[in-house]
Structure formats: structure tokens, C-alpha cells
């Protein structure tokens, strides 16, 4: 299984088409979430809240037409990834919640790490939790913090900022407007933009604002809160609850999860992924017939590296977009022969030809595995492999579901033994080096490369160990 | 609204997995039919019967699973498309039914066009039908020629096929074993192979081969019927009830309808769309910064066209492969701006340049001007376009789903005229000579260019006109 | 389990509001049929049919608004039950057919039982056949009989019952209107009233006219066809298609089957159970404290013998009317006591006392020894028990699902061992004779008592045997 | 619409049945409450919940089995009826929580009329409620009182009680056990019963426990706290939060809402119904043919009242059990004659007698003027009325949901205007005095009888005004 992000945001300001835009915007980052979504929607009197299990389109699948048609002038909305216990849609998003009288949304991508020691302390208190999910931390902080704050819900939420560790883009809608804010060392994405005819969209990738017709304007800044007054969102009020310093940005983001078409931390994806492609063919160059682009993830980084080297780029693979589980049983695929549902193999590109897939990283190496093993089975004469980060040897705090540190291929392997596992002609990774040189909007040192090299910006306490995925809420 | 195959058809016979295959199979075949799909299998005492609405993954989600694990040797199914009337429940293929006491299932590729004649004299003699289906027809014919060929199943086949008029593949389930059978002209394709533990697979596009393992034969033939007995399917019995004679397969199979992967009529689709590609640069070229294709179907021809003319392939769209209904309604999009839902732009691989978009096909033009639209919104100093067949300008009767003729963008308009229409710098369609050349097995006249020419093989009686779409069952 | 009825019909002519009318007929009559329900309308250009599954509020649940306020002026309806295969929906009435290509909907009360022989020739000559039913052979031999008739239905339909044998009530709706009949027996109930704006009502009981506010007219007599031209109906055209004769109705009826409140055979349901409760009070008196009445089927029948004997009538069981399956698994309910879900005792009114309960009849005796064992356990003094029908010892050819004969209780047990077997202090049944008195509107040689003498009025070919239930279609 | 209770409660400990058991208990109550359902199971390890929505059968149809067969030896269920705002799924009980770090399951059955006050006040302290349930309130404040109650469950649970005003049943479930207490007034009744293989059974009423065995042993006492620790419940521990005094039992639980076979508040609900129709029958005797019973919640008062006049009791109404929306629009119902689905005539026992009908109450008078109309029309000579409590005139904080009071028939009208408006030949209601002489465990001025005079035991603060229903949470 590949690593997966968690959550996906949007939110919409100053247009009463703001919850089919927000819809819109989910469903164009449905790749960030596929297990719940979920939005609310200002209407000017209430804060109405629709949550759904499944994909955009089911979940939404009965989005009442009022409220699609409400006029609503803002809306927030959140796809989700993973379960905590069996309930997901106990942990659906955007939260609810009356904090000290005022009703409160909340939509949260990355993870508090500290989030079980705070809830702890809470629950002490006498507070009394509804969810598994990590970001119900905030809001019971903020209802604490509601008397002392003159029951100002902006400053109850600056207020509980300060006791949380970790990585947390956080769209909030109350009465007084919709709030953007980023944690202090920006691990995940989330810009603005501005909507053709007035009003703002904030996402966690670009590719939303395109759906939405809205132009790029900036990254929300890490240690930034933004306030946009409903009902039209009016300029931006932007306040830092954090000094600007060294940051901690998800590399992976750019070398896997968003999507081309999408800026993320500033830079193009689909440029970051090219030039990766490119430099790993400086680094690591390979005699063959065809570069074999992985369809989609490794589409431009396969172009990056064929021109680089002048070498044509062939489609092997051809995607079956549809999908389902297999009605193949263990049982029965072990008297078959292999079953390749997703991506199949275009034999008469394949036989009897040198070739060089173009993976954008290797994870657990089933799938790798499976591909290359279909390819020989479809008599390629050489199969090379090329993959567009360096080996994933650690696991993650802040926001990303990768497998346990002994499932990774690369843990405790060597490249060669990598190359002899996966039966390839030969391997190579891209350095962390030349991965950072293609970046462009910020310095390479603002960048987390934890997963690869293991060292972390922040870290629980009393966790000092390379951790375990499935922590946090998104 | 993009033409419409009606359906894919997948047989197999001799494996105690032909349920799970079968399903496979018509799972790499989804793309010939997304609203019903249906299998029998032959458990050795029973032919037993599942059919659903919705995509396979939905129609097969309760399929039991004693039917998937029964070792049944033997099992047909279906996709389809196309509703006639409410009902599309009661269309779903196969159709079951005891003729002369046998039981007998029959799932059907193509349109029979005087299906309603022969109807309404099986209705004067008293039989009840249950469909709208011109494949029950069929079922109706064998049930009365039963008595007269001694009630042998086959032979009663046989005598049936004598009055149709149209284009059908047919596979059919008995209790003595499989028949798959091709009209004399045809029209539909449909290949066999051989599964590696040993069995027989029948499917319309070699795709599904691929899933189960099997390994291409050979088309059947038109005019032929094979018979595979049960269980093990033995050496195909081949019967020729028609002799081999000028064919009408269909082109727009290589244009379009077939999925890269796939062999139809004995050509590889991808080889056949790049050099349809290869062959469009040169009857016209373009000077331009770089070719791009449009995601998935015109890969391959771009591919083609950007290699001929040594011109850089880009990739300016990026395709959201979640499918479901917008959530803009029409009264809002119009206060938005314009919404790019599948196919979405990577403006900076636009901004500024000079694009030739390489399309298979141009039918309505609805979703070129979008395409185009957007490209031009985002900044592109020119755009071209080339598509890599003739104008379409006529209906179908041999079971494809083209809008009415007034709809057809090339109805009634000259090249230049539809350039004007589309807004671009230069269009341009592959001729209709070029486009045969790049079919190989056959000879080009053994090819129906109907939908470009308006000659056709076969027409209705009393019905000389360009039909409309729509009619017959797949 | 109870001995079930198969089924229930309703016919409205003559009133837009035909729909809602014979929906509410059919609720009415919810009792004689629980698992699948279904209607067609004549709006005056189509025949439209809606059937679905489970009671009449499940299986009308998604009946659209259209056709239920569409005006239509008659409507023909169907509750079932039973099942043949597992494929209820498959079987739901009305039928609905082109019989030579006019449209026909049909639905059927009773069993009709030769249809199996009929039905093999049927096939011989070529039909196909889409249902288990008995009743599609009815629409076959229709369709067959359309040429020679002329095209007129009415005649094809005379034509088709010749060869019937068995119980059949039947309501058909056609272009040109509404038909009713009986088979020449009599065997199954079926009542024509007057609507009070006009117009006519057809039930199989007249309790269904309560709620329709029609007026009770007479019975539909056996071997009679009325025919209510659409769209008001006219005067209904009587046509008799066999001679009066000796008659055959079902007794067990008026025992057991029919809801107080309706007449059947031309008698009150609710009156003749008071007879037989009273008859059986001089038949067999019984020295007690209380009568108590089997809640609901009982309390007429016990009311009658109470007030016979002057004894006072006390409730001891008290209904739970909601339904559901047990929660309590077989495995556990050995753990815990005995559970009585539908009817629980009243403690305070069995302690101590000497009590009568009187039933409508006994058929496997499982369900009386559950009672009576609860009776017992709550410290009855004395239980005795009456029955207001001879003991059950045959199956039924007409309509009815008795279990197996081995299963009946009184299957080659003389009273006294049947008493004994059910641990009661004495037990009585009602005289054939005696039961046979309190019905006054037919002489008693005009009921079917085959049930509990063995003698059948018709019984199928080849088959002397006494039957086992499940046959036939309603 | 007649009055509706808002809840029921059942509760097993110390069987590993007690799943099952807990759920028949719930289904023998589900008179009071149709709406939702829900349980919770002590595992030894955990506090599994399961709730669901509608009827028990349709809340528990997903009910896992590996939850009805755990072995669970505790549980706790409820019933309920009622929604607050949109959401029933939101308000299902029991309600789950951690307080202080302790699982928690509640399940209410009352009304707490200062819920709104109390709320309000944790909120301003940082409360964050999740339900608009009164019920909630008493979770925050045990988590507020877990600290100073030295985190004892129980102990915090007694704090939390004093706050309350208004009519609590509770159940609890805890690591340590089952709670079951009763507010000092004892508004709603709560016993207690012994299994037969030991454990206990507690219950609003006690047909609960005929259905699973138990032997009924006391109630539950005002302002007594039961525990039972967990797994078997050993001898319940008494606690007594408030000394004994005046209660204000609900006195309409006898006249209309338990079921007979119940004993509430330690009387026999049928005997007690029979008693105040013999006593009707003294203060207001009729001279008729026949006394009529209203199915079914009349029968016991009807038979008291015709035995004490020796009057004959027939059945002119016959019920049918099967519910369901009515097909009959208003518009077609103008046109049609007058439906009665629910009860309907049995014409012969009503042509031209003088009845006498005997109502347990009359709310809004609507249900009786439709049945009065309908024995008119069906051609009774006479028809008068009996009702077996004083007039409605008031409506209740403790848990019944009333229309309101402009709504209530005898709300400003005398007696005598009431038969009028319901075209009765006569009306008589049974004095207060009266129906209180009926019951006979507690002395009469330990009931309330607000409804019917208007003194009410307990008053919300600043509410002094008769009170709409609707309030609280069951």
C-alpha cells in the first residue's frame, strides 16, 4: 500500500456559491482524502454542517439542495484519510461544537503529536471528548480559554495554539468569519488565492483554486493566522502568533502526494517533478531503448529524465481507471496467473526491448515488485529502474501514513540488495541533495526530510523512536 | 457527450475460476458499458444467473460468494450501456431462458436492425417478451426452430441466425458447453485465447486476456461459430454458417472505443493510434512549441505526431481520475468562472505557448471548446489542433451511440468553418485513406467508415435514412 | 408457523383515484399476503405496472407521486405470498405481458394445478418462460389464442380456461378495461361492490371495500367473467363461461383466513366465527372460571362459546403488535426461560384460575403447546382447550400452504393423543358438520372441507396422493 | 396524534445473555418509544454501544453478532421517542462518554426541566456539549465531579444528582456495574426482577420481564440508588440520595400508556383498567345494546364497565396491525368517502343498535370524532361515550409529550360541549377521585394527576405557565 496523506482543506469566502465551490474544491483534492468529507457553510444565521462517509460524490451525494443553494457566503470543507477504531464517521470533519455559546467548525490537516497528553490533562479537568480525533484537543482548549479571552473566539484560538506540537493547517469558521492559520514550521501546504468576482479560497493545493476560477495569491505563512470577517471576507487580517524561523516542509508532497497542476509550498509540482526526473538522470543515467514512464504518479519525472537523455519515453502500462476490489480469491489467483487490474501491460511495447521505469519512490516494493515482474513476464530483455527520492528508511510524525519501519524496503538494505530483491538489471535513487536542488521558492533547509534521513523537527515526548504511522488526525 | 460503445462481452471456459475471471475480464472491459453487467456460470448442474445495475464493482458487490468459489467451469458476462426505456434492470444481459425445456443464457456485442420486424411476426404468433432487447429475439427464434432441429441447441442456433440483419457477436451458455459467434460482416470484435492452466477465454478486446493470464489466438471469425464443450472446453468446434466474404469491421474501434493493450481485429490499438499520429504530422504538420496530448485517449496519437515531427510532448492537462456529478449548478457557474472537472490545466506548461492538441476524435465539439477555452484562458500564444480521423458526419446501426446528426460539429460545416467554430489557429483531420493505412491484419476496404462516409454495409429496411442512435441492444 | 394464504387481489374501476384505492384495498388485506406486492394502473394511454417486495408499505414505498396522482381510472392489485426459488421479486403480481400485442396485466388468487403439464407443451411449441408462476401460463395460452380470437382478449382469455384446472380468481386489466372472474368451483373468495361516486370495487374480501367506501353488490360467481369497460366501467358484462354446479369454497376461510369485518361467500366473518364458538359450547361445554380467546384470530369464536355457557371471557394474553425477529438465539434460549414475544401472559389473571382457550384451529400444535406451557408456568389450575374446526389431517390442491402432512398434529393421532401430546386437561374440536352449520348464505355441500376429510373436488393427474403445500402461485 | 411517552428502559445484569435479553426487553416495550433504540454491553474488557434508529427490529437489525453472542454480562437499553431539532440518530440513548477517564453509558427516561440552565452554566465553564439531550447535562457535571468524588464513579454520580429538578429514571453503566435509580418523586416507574439462573432485570415495565424470565421483585424506590457490580450484580446496593416523601407517580401510565401485563408503580395495569371501567360504570351508567371496547387500549376498561352493568361487550371494531402511511391524498380523500385504516367496522354488529363506546382518554378528540362518525354512518341507532379518566386540560414537565394545551378537546369546554362538538348522545369521563380509588400499592396522593388538574409537584424556574410538551429528553 502506498503512504498516504491525510486530509485535504478548503475553504471558500465572499460568494454565495461558496459550498458548491468548496465542494468542488474537495472533489479536486479527493487524492488527499478518499475515506470521509465533510463542510460547513455560514449562512448568515446558522453554521450548517454536512458530513459524509466514502468519496466527494457519496459522501455529498445528498447534500440537501438547500444548503447548496443556500446563498451561503462561507464555507470550509475537508476530505479525510484513515480511521481511529472503527468509527469514521465519528471522526468525519469539520468538528462542531458550541465553544463558551459560539458555535465553532474546525477542519485539521497534519498531527498534534502531543495531542494525548493534553487530552489527558483535559479530561482531568472534567472535559468530555466525543472523538478519537486530535484536533477536538483544540476546541476544548478554546472553550477553556473562551472566559479569559472575553469570550473573543479569535483569541481563544490564539490562546490555544501555544501548548501544541506538531503539524497543523487549521480552517475554522465561526459567526465573525473564517480563520486560515499554519502551524510555526509549515509541514503542511495551504495558500490563497483570490475569487474572480471578490471573495478568497484557501487550500491545501492550487489545484482547488483552478476548479473555483480563483488566482494564486500566497502561502498562508507558517506561524500565520488569517481572518477573512464575514460575510465577505474583506482583506485578509493577518496575525503571527509565531516568529518567522527555519521551517519543516514535507518534501514528499512534492515528490509524490499533490498533484501536478498544483503549487505547493510555491513551486510547481509538475516543474519540481520534471527537474527531479532530469537530475536523476545526471545522477544515475541508463542505456536502454524506452524510459517507461509508472502512469500517473512518475508521468513527469520519466519526461525529465528521457529528455535529459535523449532517450525516447514509451508507455508499457496502461491504467484501468476504474475501480474495485478483485474478485480474484488467494486461493484462486494462486492457480491463475498474475493478475495486474490496475495497470496492465501493453505487450508489444514491452517484448524484447531495454527499459527503465521511472518510479517517484519506492515504499514497501510489492508494487515495484509486481510491475517489474510483469514486464519480464511480458519478455522485456532489461529492466532498469530509476526512482526520484532517496531511499524511505523512517517513519512520520506529522501527518503521513507510511507502513511500520520494518515493512519499508529500504530499511536495513542496502541499494544493491534493493536491486537484487526487486530481480532489476539496475537501481538507483535520486540524492537528498539533488531532491532539495529542485525546489525553488524556498531554501533547501526549510524542508522535512525526515522519512529519508530520520531526523525529525520535532518529536514527542518520552517517543524518541523513529515512529509508527496512524497517530493524529490528518 | 463522448460516442458510445454498448457493450464488452467475456467467455471462459475450462477453470474452476471462470466466475472470478470472467468478472476480471469484463472489469478491463468497463469502458464498452457502464450502467449494467451480468454472468452466468455453468456449475455442472446449473446455469446460474447474476446481473446488476452500475459498474461492475457495483452490480457484482453482492455476488455470492458460493457462485464465486462454486468452481463453476464455465461462466459468460456482459457490460452494457444504454438504457431503452426505464428499465435498465430488465435489459441487463445475459437474458436467461429455457428453450424447449433447455436452459440457455446469451450476452450480446452489436445491434440487430430489423430486430423489430422479426418481433412483431414472433408476437403475431404468440410469444410474450419480457425485454425491449433485440437479443431476446434471438431466444425466441431458437425456442421455436427447437422441434425442428431435434432439440439440439446448437442446431437451433444455427437456424436462427439465418434472419438477422446487423452487427452481433454473441457468446452463449447451455448445458452441453460455451458458443461464441461473430455476424458475417463483422462488425464487433471478438478474439479467443488460451488460458494457461489450459481453457479457453472469448472476450471483444484482448485486455482482458491480460487479467486472466491468457495468451491471444485468434479473432473468431466472421460468419463462424465456435462451440468449447463443457467442462473443459476441448478443441473449439469451429462451424462456418455464413462464407467469408468483404467485412464490415468497425474503425472506430481503433479510434477511440478500444483500450491501448487491447489487439482488435488483429491490430495492436496502441501501435495503430501512434501511427495514425505518426501519419496525421505528416499529411499536416504543425509548427508549434509543443504537442499535447489529451488524456487518456489521445496519448498514443500525440505521441505519434510529436515523434514524426521531433516536437516536444507536454503535458498541459492533468486528469482527476474521481468521477461524479459537479456540484455547480448552472445558475452559479455562471457567476463563477468556467469549471475544468476532469481534465484540469497546468498553466504553467501553457502560459505563452504555441500548442497543437492532439484529439482521436471530434463528435459534438462541446468538450474541444472547453479544452481549447481553457488553454486560451490560461495564456497560450496559439492553439492548434489534429485529429486523428475524418470528420464525423453520420450515424451508426451496428451498435454504437452517436448524438443525432444535427448535433454532429461536422454536420453540415466545412474544416475551416469548424475551426472558426472551435476558435483555433489551425485544425486539421486525418484522412480517411490515412487512417485505413494504419490497419494492418485486415485490407482497408474489410473496415466500416460509415460514421465518416455514410455508406453502410447493411440498412434497415424501409429505413434508408442516417439513423439516429440509440437503437438495439448493444 | 400458521398455514398461510397466498394471496389477496384488488380491482378499482371507474375513479382517478383508482391508484390510492386498491393500494389501500391491498393493506387491507395485508393479511393474505406478506412478502411481495404490486399494482397496475390504466391511465388511459398506458398500462403501467409497480410491484415491489415485502409488505404493502415496503413494496409501495418508492410508488411514484406521479402515477399515484395520475388519475388513472382503474388499477388492478396483488399481495402475495410465498416464494418459489429465492427469486420473490421475479414472481410478483401483476404479471404483465403483450399477448399479441396488446398489453395485459394479470393477477391470480389460488393455484391452477396442472400447470406444470400445461406448461411443458407450452414449451414444446416454442414459448418462453420468465416466471415460476403458475399464472404466466394463463398469459401463454392467451397470447396463443389471440390469432383465433380475432385479436380480441376477452375471447382469448374465455378460450385459455378450458384447460384450467384448480383454483383461480383473476383480475386482468387490458386496453379496453377491467376483468374479474372465479374458476368454476368457487374455491377462493372474490366480491364486487360499489363506489360511491361511481365506479366498482373487486376484492377478494369485502373488508377491503370498508376502506374504499364501496357499497358490498354480491359475490363474483364461480365460473362467471365480468367485464368493466374502461374508463368508468359501465355496468359490468357478465358472461358465464361454465354452468352452476356444485361448488367447492374454502371453509377454512371463514375458520381461520379471512379478517372479521369482511364477508366471504357471501357471509360475515366475524358472525359465523361467533356460531362456531357457540355451537362448540353445546358440541363440548367446559366447567371453568374463564374463557380466554387466542388473541387476535380467537376472540370471536371465544366470545361466542362464552356467552353460550355464561361464562365470563377473560383476556390472559396481551399482543406485542410490532414485528420482528427474536433476539434470543436458540443456544441461549435454553439458558433462559422461555420467551413469548407476541402474546405475553397477564400473570394476575392465570393464577389460581381454571381456564378455557378456545382457537380457530390447530395445524403443527408447535405454537398451542408454547401457550399452554405458559399457562402452566403461570399457575393455571386447570387449562382445557376447544378448537372451532375438525383436526387438520390433509394437505391442499387450492391455494393454500399447510406444512407437511407428517407435520400436522393430528396426523394419525386420534383426539385424546393429541390432548395428552399438548399436556391439556381436555380438548375438543368442532364437528365438520357442526362447523358446516353456521355458515348460511351457500348450502354446506358447497364448501371444500378437504383439509380435514381428504376429499378433494379436483385433484391433479397422476397425483391421488394428498398434496404437499407450495404449489401453485396464490 | 394521542399523547406519547417519551422513553423505556431495560437493564440485565449477570447473565451472558444479557445482550439478547436486553433487547427483547426493549422490543416488549417499544410502545414507549418508536422512534430510535439503542443498547450498551459490558464485555469485561469494554463498553460496546450499538444504536440505531426506528423500531427495535429495524435499530437492531445490524446489531454485529459478535455483540449478540459475546457473553456480555451486562447491559443496559433504551427506547425512545421524540427528536429534538432534525437529528434522532444525534439523541439516541444510551448516551457513551468518558468522565474523568471512565467509559460511561447513560440511558434516561423523564424529563429534566432545568437541563437548559444547568447547560448554559457548564458551557460559560467550558463544557462542550455534543447532544441537545437533557441527559448530557448529567454526564458534564459527573466529569466535573469526578475529581472531588476521588474518581468513584458512583460517588461523582450522587454529586451530580442534587442540581436536578424534574422526573429521571436512569441506567448506568460503568466498568464497576449497572446502576439503576429513580428520582425522589418517582415520576416514571422503574422495578426490578430476578432471572431464573440468577441476575437481574431492570425495567419501566415489567412485561420486560416475562420475556425473559424474570420474577419481578420490587420497584426501584424514589430517590434510591441500585448498584450492581459487574459481572453477576451480587445483592443490589441500596443507597438512598433523598429521603422518602410525597411522591408524584404519573398516574396516566394506568390509564393509558403501560402495557396490560405490566405492573407499574406495584399495580396490575389490567386489573386496574378493569376497576376504573367497573367504577365508570358506577358513576355513569348507559342503557345500550352493547358496550364497544376501542382495540386495543380499551379492552380492560370496556370489560369492567359492561360486567358491572351486565351489559353485553361486542367488537365493532376490527384492528389492523399492519402500519404504514395512508396512499389517500387529501385530495382524493375529498372525493372518496371517509377511510379508517386503522380501526375498521364490522358494519353488522353496529345497524341499528345503541352503543357504548368506552375510551381510555380523549387528547385532541380527533381519533374518537373520526370512529364516532364512522359508527354513525355505519348506522348505529345510539352511540355514547365513557372515558376512563377526567378531561385532558394540561400539559406536563415530567416526560409526556402533550399537544399543546389549545389543542387539548376539553381544554376550555365543559363537558357538555365536548359531547356536542364529538355528536355523542352522551359523554361521561371518570371523576379524579375516582380513577385515583383504582390503584391500590400507593396511596392517592402519592400521584400526579398535573394533566388533568393542573397541580404540578415541580416547576422550571421563571416557567409558571401550564407547559407545552416536548421539553427534556424521554
Known amino acids: 500500500m502506498a503512504p498516504r496523506e491525510h486530509c485535504g482543506l478548503c475553504g471558500i469566502a465572499g460568494t454565495p456559491d461558496s459550498v458548491p465551490l468548496a465542494a468542488e474544491g474537495l472533489f479536486s483534492q479527493q487524492h488527499r482524502g478518499q475515506e470521509a468529507a465533510g463542510l460547513m457553510a455560514h449562512t448568515g444565521t446558522d453554521l450548517v454542517l454536512h458530513t459524509g462517509t466514502?468519496?466527494?460524490?457519496?459522501?455529498?451525494?445528498?447534500?440537501?439542495?438547500?444548503?447548496?443553494?443556500?446563498?451561503?457566503?462561507?464555507?470550509?470543507?475537508?476530505?479525510?484519510?484513515?480511521?481511529?477504531?472503527?468509527?469514521?464517521?465519528?471522526?468525519?470533519?469539520?468538528?462542531?461544537?458550541?465553544?463558551?455559546?459560539c458555535p465553532?467548525?474546525?477542519?485539521?490537516?497534519?498531527?498534534?503529536?502531543?495531542?494525548?497528553?493534553?487530552?489527558?490533562?483535559?479530561?482531568r479537568e472534567g472535559a468530555i471528548f466525543q472523538t478519537d480525533s486530535d484536533t477536538e484537543v483544540v476546541?476544548?482548549?478554546?472553550?477553556?480559554?473562551?472566559a479569559g479571552s472575553g469570550f473573543d473566539v479569535n483569541n481563544?484560538?490564539?490562546?490555544?495554539?501555544?501548548?501544541?506540537?506538531?503539524?497543523?493547517?487549521?480552517?475554522?469558521?465561526?459567526?465573525?468569519?473564517?480563520?486560515?492559520?499554519?502551524?510555526?514550521?509549515?509541514?503542511?501546504?495551504?495558500?490563497?488565492?483570490?475569487l474572480p468576482g471578490g471573495g478568497w479560497a484557501v487550500a491545501s493545493e492550487t489545484i482547488a483554486?483552478?476548479?473555483?476560477?480563483?488566482?494564486?495569491?500566497?502561502?498562508?505563512?507558517?506561524?500565520?493566522?488569517?481572518?477573512?470577517?464575514?460575510?465577505?471576507?474583506?482583506?485578509?487580517?493577518?496575525?503571527?502568533f509565531s516568529p518567522a524561523g527555519k521551517l519543516a516542509q514535507c518534501i514528499f508532497e512534492h515528490v509524490y502526494f499533490a498533484r501536478p497542476g498544483s503549487l505547493v509550498f510555491g513551486d510547481s509540482v509538475s516543474q519540481t517533478r520534471t527537474r527531479m526526473g532530469a537530475r536523476l538522470a545526471r545522477e544515475a543515467p541508463c542505456e536502454v531503448d524506452a524510459v517507461v514512464p509508472v502512469p500517473d504518479s512518475g508521468t513527469f519525472a520519466a519526461m525529465g529524465y528521457s529528455r535529459e537523455l535523449g532517450l525516447p519515453q514509451d508507455f508499457c502500462f496502461t491504467r484501468n481507471h476504474y475501480i474495485g476490489r478483485t474478485f480474484i480469491s488467494p486461493a484462486s489467483s494462486s492457480r491463475s496467473s498474475m493478475v495486474m487490474r490496475k495497470l496492465q501491460i501493453i505487450p508489444?511495447?514491452?517484448?524484447?526491448?531495454?527499459?527503465?521505469?521511472?518510479?517517484?519512490?519506492?515504499?514497501?516494493?510489492?508494487?515495484?515488485?509486481?510491475?517489474?515482474?510483469?514486464?519480464?513476464?511480458?519478455?522485456?530483455?532489461?529492466?532498469?529502474?530509476?526512482?526520484?527520492?532517496?531511499?524511505?528508511?523512517?517513519?512520520?510524525?506529522?501527518?503521513?501514513?507510511?507502513?511500520e519501519q520494518s515493512s519499508l524496503v529500504a530499511y536495513g538494505r542496502s541499494v544493491e540488495e534493493i536491486r537484487e530483491l526487486l530481480d532489476l538489471d539496475s537501481l538507483a535513487y535520486l540524492s537528498e541533495e539533488g531532491m532539495l536542488s529542485c525546489?525553488?521558492?524556498h531554501p533547501s533547509q526549510d524542508y522535512c526530510t525526515a522519512c529519508f534521513s530520520g531526523v525529525y523537527a520535532s518529536v514527542p515526548d518520552g517517543n524518541p523512536i523513529p515512529p509508527r504511522c496512524g497517530r493524529g488526525d490528518a
Open 139 to 146: 476546541l476544548h482548549l478554546m472553550a477553556r480559554n473562551m
Open 209 to 240: 483554486f483552478s476548479v473555483c476560477g480563483a488566482e494564486y495569491v500566497r502561502e498562508v505563512e507558517p506561524g500565520e493566522m488569517l481572518f477573512m470577517a464575514f460575510p465577505g471576507g474583506g482583506d485578509p487580517v493577518s496575525t503571527r
Open 104 to 123: 465553532v467548525g474546525i477542519a485539521h490537516n497534519g498531527t498534534i503529536h502531543n495531542a494525548s497528553v493534553l487530552r489527558r490533562n483535559l479530561q
Open 348 to 403: 508489444e511495447a514491452v517484448r524484447g526491448r531495454k527499459l527503465c521505469v521511472v518510479e517517484d519512490s519506492i515504499v514497501r516494493g510489492t508494487t515495484s515488485l509486481t510491475r517489474i515482474r510483469a514486464l519480464r513476464a511480458a519478455g522485456a530483455a532489461e529492466v532498469h529502474m530509476r526512482v526520484c527520492c532517496p531511499p524511505h528508511r523512517f517513519g512520520c510524525y506529522f501527518g503521513i501514513d507510511f507502513p
Open 54 to 101: 466514502g468519496l466527494v460524490a457519496e459522501a455529498f451525494a445528498n447534500l440537501p439542495h438547500s444548503l447548496m443553494s443556500s446563498g451561503a457566503m462561507m464555507a470550509i470543507g475537508h476530505v479525510r484519510y484513515g480511521t481511529f477504531g472503527s468509527s469514521v464517521a465519528l471522526n468525519t470533519q469539520p468538528l462542531a461544537a458550541e465553544v463558551g455559546g
Open 156 to 194: 481563544a484560538l490564539l490562546a490555544s495554539l501555544e501548548p501544541l506540537r506538531g503539524a497543523y493547517c487549521l480552517l475554522l469558521l465561526t459567526r465573525e468569519g473564517l480563520i486560515a492559520l499554519r502551524d510555526p514550521l509549515g509541514f503542511r501546504p495551504l495558500s490563497i488565492g483570490r
Open 439 to 441: 525546489v525553488t521558492a
